[in-house]
Nanobody, 126 residues
Framework: QVQLVESEGGSVQAGGSLRVSCNITGYSAQKLCLGWFRQVPGAQREGVAGIESDGSTRYADSVKGRFTISKDYTMNTLYLQMNSLKPEDTAMYYC????????????????????WGQGTQVTVSS
């Protein structure tokens, strides 16, 4: 069974950077499709970035050029490096995993992922 545990998030001023991680147990990160999603109260969970088992990536337009998703096979960990943060990036961030194959366009769809972490809060102040 896949288990996902996000690192502690944090608070940062606009323009700053933050990296969150997601430790994966029970399955090899190399074989998983993985994603980062975020959610604010009252809104649907939004796809931020996804990475296929072969390493190809997809980003939401709102974070393209600022966020980078990556995975470390030896540590079995997923990362999201967030640069040039904006107040509108404030949200609860969740990592997600899917053992099946996903098309690239599916990487930002929450309903395509079956395994989820507990979430970590990221707050960006202006």
């Amino acid at each position: 069974q896949v288990q996902l545990v996000e690192s502690e998030g944090g608070s940062v001023q606009a323009g700053g950077s933050l990296r969150v991680s997601c430790n994966i147990t029970g399955y090899s990160a190399q074989k998983l499709c993985l994603g980062w999603f975020r959610q604010v109260p009252g809104a649907q969970r939004e796809g931020v970035a996804g990475i296929e088992s072969d390493g190809s990536t997809r980003y939401a337009d709102s974070v393209k050029g600022r966020f980078t998703i990556s995975k470390d096979y030896t540590m079995n960990t997923l990362y999201l490096q967030m640069n040039s943060l904006k107040p509108e990036d404030t949200a609860m961030y969740y990592c997600a995993a899917e053992m099946g194959f996903l098309e690239e366009w599916e990487l930002l769809r929450a309903d395509m992922f079956r395994e989820w972490g507990q979430g970590t809060q990221v707050t960006v102040s202006s």
